[in-house]
């Protein structure tokens, strides 16, 4: 083992410790719930009105990305031992300053998604029950899965679980749905796959505009990377997250591909309107009685899902920022069900002063939230990549048989991964609609390098 994969190990065993409670049907729902979000049901609607039935390809090179960094998670989990949460694999490959970043920005991150996601809960609720304040709404959310996250892990697992059990049994049947339609079973006239050429072709506005699609579509599929934060309670960790690769492969090709794949087929994708869900769409197209009201329900879910998840990886990654002496040291502390309960109130604390602030100025504060941490995932896998790299060069050295899970195509398939999310980031630099959310991020990125110097020169 390396001196830097020794030192890392060292420090996570040492102090508070938290449960392993977490069986693997948790951790594999909670991966699930982690990739099928609003961005899904929602946000596909801008792939599909931008590049038309080829948005299919979009999401397949999105995916495919996403894959090559889970890839690399999985070699990475089975060779370094005694690591296996997210941000803890770029502090194993580059040091401290990485481990710092990378921690500090995955808690930033999804503090930010946790207010996002209270704030979209809230305005869903606020249009069932227009009486009850917008504001008293996201209270109410926020103070519930807080309440469920300091119970314990195993019922922050067992809530996911039922809320991607929800999610998943909606996409299944969905699909189902749109099949019988697409074939001509339901219809009533025929079969409906013509609708993918019918309008301008199957690339209607060229392939260029498919590849800048799969920039924004990329956010909508990160996520999967929580499983190994959840996976470090557990009972077998390593075996865990190195049996995920399949598992997000068979998600993407399913839930993404094959799902916006059908959408296209039974819908005319002119039809198809930004910020509106292409899944309402569908099932109005179709014909179903209520399919608005069922779309807004299981996009409730959704953000409750992805809320829960949210105060959960935001509170292990405060843990570990203070386990390894880059967060104040009373965070350690856990309580009598092993769980980091000073973490979880910080990240709910933040969440209510975001719904305060949005009650007084919807706009600024919903976009700032969201274009400051747009690109922040990116950064992050581009630097669990390079950790990568540089871990698989020395293991390859010193100890071979630690690579029981290898990276495909060693290093063309990192080379790959880090080129496509490079050209992601320049062409969002490029594009004037979207640079803001680059600059944004990497300024956000810049302030907790800042404080890494600051804190090291207390230390010292």
């Not at 946790?114 to 979209?120: N, W």
């Not at 039922?162 to 339901?186: D, E, M, Q, R, Y």
Request: with cysteine; aromatic share 12%.
């Amino acid at each position: 083992m390396t001196d830097i994969a020794h030192n890392v190990a060292t420090e996570i065993g040492g102090g508070a410790e938290l449960s392993r409670s977490l069986k693997s049907r948790h951790v594999s729902m909670i991966a699930i719930g982690g990739i099928i979000g609003a961005g899904l049901f929602v946000g596909s609607s801008t792939t599909i009105s931008q590049a038309g039935p080829a948005a299919v390809f979009s999401f397949a090179i999105a995916g495919f990305i996403i894959l090559l960094v889970m890839r690399m998670l999985s070699e990475m989990a089975l060779a370094v031992e005694g690591v296996q949460t997210f941000p803890d694999f770029a502090r194993a490959g580059l040091g401290h300053l990485a481990g710092f970043l990378s921690g500090w920005l995955y808690w930033y991150f999804w503090v930010v998604v946790v207010a996002i996601e209270a704030i979209a809960g809230a305005q869903i609720l606020h249009n069932w029950f227009p009486a009850v304040p917008e504001l008293g709404i996201g209270i109410a959310l926020m103070a519930m899965l807080t309440a469920v996250n300091l119970l314990s892990a195993r019922a922050y697992g067992e809530f996911e679980f039922w809320f991607s059990s929800i999610k998943v049994a909606a996409i299944i049947v969905f699909i189902l749905l749109c099949a019988a339609w697409a074939f001509g079973i339901t219809s009533g006239s025929g079969p409906s796959f013509s609708n993918l050429t019918a309008h301008d072709g199957f690339v209607p506005n060229g392939w260029g505009v498919v590849l800048a699609a799969a920039t924004s579509t990329i956010f909508s599929l990160v996520g999967a990377e929580i499983a190994t934060i959840a996976a470090a309670e557990s009972e077998e960790p390593s075996k865990v997250i190195s049996r995920m690769t399949v598992s997000v492969t068979m998600r993407i090709l399913i839930f993404y591909v094959l799902s916006i794949f059908l959408i296209v087929s039974v819908v005319p994708w002119t039809e198809i309107v930004p910020k509106v869900s292409p899944f309402a769409t569908t099932l109005a197209y179709m014909g179903l009685p209520a399919g608005k009201l069922i779309m807004e329900g299981v996009v409730l879910v959704a953000v409750l899902s992805c809320l829960n998840s949210g105060l959960y990886v935001t509170s292990r990654a405060l843990f570990g920022l203070a386990k390894h002496k880059d967060a104040p040291q009373w965070l350690v502390q856990v309580n009598a069900r092993k769980v980091p309960a000073r973490a979880i109130l910080i990240a709910s604390l933040f969440s209510y002063a975001a719904l305060a602030a949005d009650a007084v100025s919807r706009d600024v504060v919903f976009s700032f939230l969201i274009n400051s941490c747009g690109v922040t995932m990116l950064l992050l896998y581009l630097m669990t990549s390079a950790a990568q790299l540089k871990l698989r060069r020395k293991y390859e050295a010193e100890d071979p048989a630690r690579l029981q899970i290898k990276m495909w195509f060693h290093p063309y398939g990192t080379y790959v991964a880090i080129a496509a999310m490079l050209v992601i980031l320049v062409a969002k630099g490029l594009d004037p609609s979207a640079s803001k959310e680059l600059w944004l991020s990497l300024a956000v990125a810049g302030g907790f390098a800042a404080a890494f110097f600051v804190f090291r020169r207390r230390a010292a």
